[in-house]
């Protein structure tokens, strides 16, 4: 069996001046097709199967939560960025979920799909501040569960860059 990671982290990540501002990052969600170490592919529309050889070493929501803090905490705007069950004094709060992370090969030429829907708020005030949905279909080089691996680290760096500018756009 092959266990592969998502572990990349964009290569620049917007900046902001440090503010009072703490940010408590929720563990990702994801929907049960995708809450899984089993790696998903598609062949046709509306059918999923799961690679034999080939698994993801965490699930992607366990694999998604370091990175989140580490981008965020990157962009210098807060003065902590914490995770549950750390959450005294917390001035906002991030909740994501991880809506698609397929292989497609499908398509013409193959995909990597990946969306990830995201919800800012207001702690103090338990308020929804901001929403947000990224979808990405990232190209494979290959038809292979490994070149699947190379795009869905490319596609989930590139909605973590973007994600770091709308967390910044709402915060004080």
Known sequence: MVSSLLDRM????????????TLLVYTPQARPAVDTTQMAYALRPHQLAYFARNEWA???????????????????????????????????????EIVDLVQDFG????????????????????????TREWTLREPLPQKTPGAGVLAGNEAVARVLRELAGFVLEYTP
């Not at 990830?116 to 929804?128: I, K, Q």
Request: aromatic share 2%; net charge positive; proline share 12%.
């Open 10 to 21: 964009p290569a620049q990540v917007p900046q902001h001046a440090r503010g009072n501002a």
């Open 58 to 96: 965490e699930t992607p929501p366990q694999m998604l939560q370091p990175l989140l803090v580490r981008t965020l905490e990157a962009t210098g705007a807060f003065r902590a960025v914490l995770t549950p069950p750390q959450t005294g004094g917390t001035t906002l709060g991030l909740r994501t």
């Open 107 to 130: 398509e013409d030429p193959p995909v990597l799909r990946f969306s990830l829907r995201a919800v800012l708020s207001d702690e103090a005030g338990n308020r929804t501040i901001a």
